[in-house]
C-alpha cells in the first residue's frame, strides 16, 4: 500500500488527466477533419455541377439542329422537346434556350416561354462562355450560359443550363452522413486508444496524480541525499543510475557520475569489480585512495527480470583507524604482559641464586637481563621524539624479543618530535604504516629462520633526509618479488591463509592508503629478505 506523502492531496491522477486531455485533443481533432472534409466536398460539388453545366450548355450551343430550329418560324416547337429529353438525360435542372435578347424559347415550366430570362448574359453576347450562381424562377442555382454562333461566327442565341442549389446540398448532405460515420468512428478508436494508454499509465504511476508525483520525488530525492549511508543504483550494463552526495564523498567522484560506467570512474580495480558484481557482496571491506569502506551489493530484480544492481558504502576510515589503535595497544598490553612474565621469571632466577649464595652471579644475571632491555629502550628514547611512534616501536620490540626476533632501530635513524607536527602527519597514520610493515616483517623473519635456521632479525630506519621522513622497515625473511608491488597495496593481497571475518590482505592496503593521502612512495626491494621503504614529503624548513 503506498503511503500518503505529506502535502499531497485528493486530485485527479496523471492518468485521468491524461485521458481527459487526450480524448480533448482527439475530438478536436476530429472536429476540424470534419469540417475541413465537409468544406472540401461542398467545394468539390460546386465544381462538379460547374463542369456539368458547362459541358452540356456548351454542347448544345455547337449542335446543328439548334441553329437550324432557331432559323425556323417557330423555334420553341422544336427547341422544347430537346431541351427536355437532354435535361432528363442528363440529371440537370433547366435547359433555357433564348434569343440575343434574353427571351426563353425554352424552360423548364412551360408558363415561362416567350418571357425575359433572369441572370447576366454580358459575357456570352460577348461570345463567352461563363458560369455563375443566381436566383431565378427555380430558385438559387448554379448556371452556365454558352454563345450559339451563326456561319459567320456571330451570337445569334444562347444556351442556359442550372443545377438548383437545393440539388447540390441534398448531394452535399449524402456525403455528409457518410462523412459523419466516419468520424464517429475515428473518435471512438481514439477515445478507446486514449482509454488504453491512459489505464496502462494508471497502473504504472498506480494513479498518483502529478503533484503527488512530483512531492514523491522531491521527498526521495531529498532523503538519497540527506542519507550519510552512500548509495549508488546501477543498470545492467553497469551505468551508474543514481549516486547521492554521500557516495561521491566517499568514493572522491567529482561532477555527476551518472550514464558513467562503474569501470570508468577512476575506482580501484577491486571496489569497481564489487559494484558491477552479479553476485551479492556482504560487509566487504574496500580500501579507497582516502577511505575504507563496507560495502554491500545487492542485485535489483523486477518481474523475474535483472534491472541493475543496489550499492551501499558505509564509512569504515575512523572504525578501522580505531580498530588499529585498539589493536596497537592491545599489542602493548601483551608486550607489558611478556614483559612481567619475563621480569617475573628473570626475579625468581635472581632470588633463586641469592637463596643459594651465589650473589655475585645473581648481580651478574640481572644486571645483563637489564642490560638487553635497556639498549633498545634507550635507542627509541634517543632517536625517536614522537612519543606515539616511540611507544609502537618499544612495543613491536617486547612483542618481538617474546616471539624470538631481533628487533633493531638502526643507527642512522634520527626523528625529533618536532618534525611530525611540522610536517601535518597524523601519528596515527604513522602507527599504521609503520606498524603494518613490522608486524608483516616479524611474521616473515619468523618464517625465514625456519626455513633457513638462522637467527630471525627486523631492522627498522625512521629519519627525516632531503625533505622527506623515510621509514623502512627490512627483515632477513624470504623477502618478495619487486615485480608484484603493485598489487601487494591492493585489498586481499597476502600470502597468509584467510582468518576471522574479513581475513588478512588489509595491512597493506591500509599502508599505501596512508602513504598516497600523504603523495608519499612506497619502494620495495630485496636484499637478505624484503625491503619497504616509505618516504613521505616534508614542507620546506622541517627537518630532525
Not at 229 to 249: I, P, Q, S
Request: aromatic content about 4%; proline content about 5%.
Amino acid at each position: 500500500m503506498r503511503a500518503p506523502l505529506p502535502g499531497a492531496g485528493r486530485r485527479w491522477s496523471l492518468a485521468g488527466q491524461l485521458l481527459v486531455l487526450q480524448a480533448a485533443v482527439v475530438a478536436l481533432l476530429v472536429v476540424l477533419g470534419a469540417a475541413l472534409a465537409y468544406l472540401d466536398a461542398a467545394r468539390a460539388a460546386d465544381t462538379r455541377a460547374r463542369e456539368k453545366v458547362t459541358a452540356v450548355a456548351a454542347t448544345l450551343a455547337r449542335t446543328p439542329s439548334v441553329r437550324e430550329a432557331l432559323a425556323g418560324r417557330d423555334p420553341s416547337r422544336t427547341l422544347q422537346p430537346l431541351a427536355e429529353r437532354v435535361r432528363a438525360d442528363t440529371g440537370v435542372d433547366f435547359i433555357t434556350i433564348m434569343n440575343r435578347n434574353r427571351i426563353r424559347y425554352t424552360h423548364t415550366n412551360p408558363a415561362q416561354i416567350g418571357r425575359p430570362f433572369l441572370g447576366h448574359v454580358g459575357p456570352a453576347l460577348a461570345g463567352r462562355t461563363f458560369t455563375e450562381t443566381y436566383t431565378g424562377t427555380l430558385g438559387p442555382s448554379v448556371r452556365a450560359v454558352a454563345p450559339v454562333f451563326d456561319e459567320r461566327h456571330r451570337v445569334v442565341a444562347m444556351v442556359a443550363v442550372g443545377i438548383t442549389v437545393r440539388v447540390i446540398s441534398a448531394e452535399l448532405r449524402e456525403r455528409l452522413i457518410t462523412l459523419a460515420l466516419v468520424a464517429v468512428a475515428v473518435l471512438a478508436v481514439g477515445i478507446t486508444g486514449s482509454g488504453l494508454v491512459s489505464a496502462r499509465l494508471r497502473r504504472q504511476t498506480r494513479g498518483a496524480a502529478p503533484a503527488e508525483l512530483r512531492a514523491m520525488f522531491d521527498y526521495y530525492e531529498s532523503i538519497l541525499h540527506a542519507v550519510r549511508e552512500g548509495l549508488v543504483l546501477l543498470d545492467r550494463d553497469g551505468r551508474v543510475v543514481l549516486c547521492n552526495d554521500a557516495a561521491r564523498e566517499l568514493l572522491d567522484l567529482s561532477g555527476d557520475p551518472r550514464g558513467r560506467p562503474a569501470a570508468d570512474l577512476g575506482l580501484p580495480d577491486e571496489l569497481a569489480a564489487a559494484l558491477v558484481s552479479p553476485e551479492p557482496r556482504s560487509d566487504e571491506i574496500h580500501v579507497a585512495d582516502t577511505r575504507v569502506l563496507v560495502v554491500n551489493t545487492v542485485p535489483v530484480r523486477s518481474r523475474g527480470r535483472a534491472m541493475g544492481t543496489a550499492v551501499t558504502l558505509r564509512d569504515h576510515t575512523e572504525l578501522q583507524t580505531l580498530t588499529g589503535e585498539l589493536g596497537a595497544v592491545r599489542g602493548f598490553a601483551e608486550a607489558l604482559r611478556a614483559q612481567a612474565h619475563e621480569a617475573a621469571n628473570r626475579l625468581h632466577t635472581v632470588v633463586s641464586l641469592v637463596e643459594l649464595g651465589r650473589s655475585e652471579q645473581a648481580v651478574e644475571f640481572a644486571t645483563a637481563e637489564m642490560a638487553t632491555a635497556q639498549r633498545l629502550t634507550d635507542r627509541v628514547v634517543g632517536a625517536v621524539g614522537e612519543p606515539v611512534l616511540a611507544a609502537l616501536l618499544l612495543g613491536k620490540g617486547a612483542d618481538a624479543a617474546e616471539r624470538g626476533v631481533e628487533l633493531v632501530l638502526t643507527d642512522d635513524s634520527a626523528l625529533g618530535d618536532a618534525v611530525i607536527e611540522q610536517a601535518g602527519i597524523d601519528p596515527r597514520d604513522l602507527v599504521t604504516i609503520l606498524g603494518n610493515l613490522m608486524d608483516n616483517a616479524i611474521d616473515a623473519a619468523i618464517e625465514g629462520a625456519a626455513a633457513h635456521r638462522e637467527s630471525p632479525r627486523v631492522a627498522v630506519t625512521a629519519r627525516a633526509d632531503g625533505g622527506e621522513l623515510m621509514l623502512r622497515v627490512a627483515d632477513n625473511g624470504p623477502g618478495v618479488d619487486p615485480e608484484r608491488a603493485p598489487a601487494m597495496f591492493r585489498r586481499g593481497w597476502t600470502t597468509k591463509p584467510a582468518e576471522g571475518p574479513v581475513g588478512h590482505g588489509l595491512g597493506l592496503a591500509l599502508v599505501g592508503r596512508a602513504v598516497r593521502r600523504y603523495g608519499g612512495s612506497i619502494e620495495v626491494t630485496r636484499d637478505v629478505g624484503a625491503v619497504f621503504t616509505v618516504r613521505l614529503p616534508l614542507p620546506e624548513g622541517s627537518g630532525s
